[in-house]
């Protein structure tokens, strides 16, 4: 079950960063009351509509921005789960310099239909 809930917190990020696909990125939320609290101010969202348009936004990012996790703890609760992740995050736009740093996030999820769906995101960049 661990696994299962793992790899719907991956397609995520394989979705977004890898394929470019926001339409398929929101398809792995639930279809209510979805959360998305990312580390910058302006990614927020709170309904579909939003995370569509919030996605489309990260897609053009691509590649640029990727992240290693040193730790992914899963807790699975009948059909509601939870992962906490710590690692880095790397920024390396073509001809910049790259950024990064340490990033934490907890992501929430329901299984619907036996498919575990994306409910929350709350990701952070902690602070020295």
């Given at each position: ?44 969202a ?18 640029a ?64």
């Amino acid at each position: 079950m661990k696994e299962q809930v793992l790899a719907a917190f991956d397609s995520l990020f394989d979705a977004l960063l890898k394929r470019g696909d926001a339409e398929e990125a929101v398809s792995l939320f639930a279809d209510e009351d979805v959360v998305f609290w990312g580390s910058g101010r302006e990614e927020q969202a709170l309904d579909r509509t939003a995370l569509a348009r919030l996605f489309g936004a990260i897609t053009q990012i691509g590649e640029a921005l990727s992240f290693e996790w040193s730790t992914r703890r899963v807790t699975v609760e009948g059909d509601a789960a939870w992962v906490s992740a710590i690692g880095d995050y790397r920024y390396a736009p073509p001809g910049e310099a790259p950024t990064g740093g340490p990033y934490r996030l907890t992501a929430a999820f329901l299984r619907r239909d036996g498919r575990w769906q994306w409910h929350t995101y709350s990701g952070s960049e902690p602070a020295d």
